[in-house]
């Protein structure tokens, strides 16, 4: 990976972006592709507005599939009495380091656990109803880069290096699916009632286990909590292997991504999850091989270009 593409990913995981309050990376992304879509090979249309609430999409050419990344994070909520809340379903250890911001100013604190309640630990009282996330470490060797919140700035970061090169396809950036979804639906309502398109990759990170490992390649899912239509998911192995890049096949029985709104849409929409796999799920923590970040990469410029 290139310094440059280092320096984006660990902005990416340093914005303050909790289910339910994405506009911060909203904002980021508007910014950032109008600033680099010039040294594209096509430029997209951004659509994006009140009808959208914080999600973005990018159209480009003629598009024929569209790659879905959620720009959403795990984190907890301020209750009444030093209590939490979690958002999604976060890691919570004793100890972990929380930030966030309320109308007194910045907030960094620690994370208690007490017979499985959840409180901070702070110099003074925290306005209720604010949100804080992990605080980023982010850490680089030749081989790995860790982090909270790879899941799932790692898959937005794959869909803007997709971007670079993209003909015909839209990106969506979708919000809340690590607290139950919420704007898939309505985005496969625009999507296919504008451009007829049924077929949708997710971009997103999956786990390590004993049958998905580091530096075997991304992962393509034939099922977690959801079973994406045989069919499509056969074809998107096919190309995987007419591909050169390196993959690996995923089989789970829990989890779940924007691929379960997609199937539950009134649309014949085909999806397939395809990601790289990290260790440290849902913690500060999080890491990812390198090689595997690049094959993820790799497959989905392959796969938009031949889907």
């Not at 090169?165 to 639906?185: A, Q, Y």
């Not at 504008?194 to 899912?221: C, F, K, P």
Request: charged share 25%; glycine share 8%; net charge negative.
């Amino acid at each position: 990976m290139q310094a440059a593409d280092i320096k984006l990913l660990k902005t990416l995981c340093e914005i303050f972006a909790p289910s339910g309050n994405e506009s911060a990376m909203t904002e980021f992304l508007i910014s950032y592709v109008n600033q680099n879509k010039d040294h594209w090979k096509t430029q997209p249309e951004l659509i994006y507005g009140e009808e959208f609430q914080d999600c973005l999409v990018l159209k480009f050419g003629k598009p024929r599939t569209a790659i879905f990344a959620h720009i959403d994070s795990i984190g907890f909520t301020v209750r009444y009495e030093n209590q939490l809340i979690p958002i999604g379903g976060p890691e919570t250890e004793d100890g972990y380091t929380l930030v966030g911001h309320d109308v007194m100013g910045p907030i960094e604190c620690k994370l208690k656990v007490e017979d499985r309640d959840l409180f901070y630990d702070f110099g003074r009282g925290i306005e209720s109803g604010t949100d804080l996330v992990f605080k980023s470490d982010f850490r680089e060797t030749d081989e790995y880069v860790q982090s909270c919140y790879m899941d799932n700035r790692l898959g937005v970061f794959n869909a803007l290096k997709v971007a670079e090169t993209l003909e015909d396809g839209l990106i969506i950036f979708s919000c809340w699916e690590e607290h139950g979804g919420g704007t898939v639906p309505f985005l496969c309502k625009w999507m296919y009632e504008n451009y007829q398109i049924r077929q949708a990759l997710v971009s997103d990170i999956t786990w390590v286990t004993e049958g998905v490992t580091h530096r075997n390649g991304v992962a393509i899912s034939l099922r977690d909590m959801s079973i994406p239509r045989r069919e499509y998911v056969d074809k998107i192995i096919a190309l995987a292997e007419a591909s050169g890049v390196n993959y690996q096949i995923e089989v789970e029985r829990s989890g779940g991504s924007d691929g379960r709104e997609i199937q539950l849409s009134p649309y014949p929409i085909d999806w397939c999850f395809v990601g790289a796999p990290e260790d440290h799920v849902h913690s500060p923590d999080e890491i990812v091989h390198k090689s595997d970040i690049e094959a993820m990469i790799n497959l989905y410029k392959y796969l938009m270009k031949h889907l």
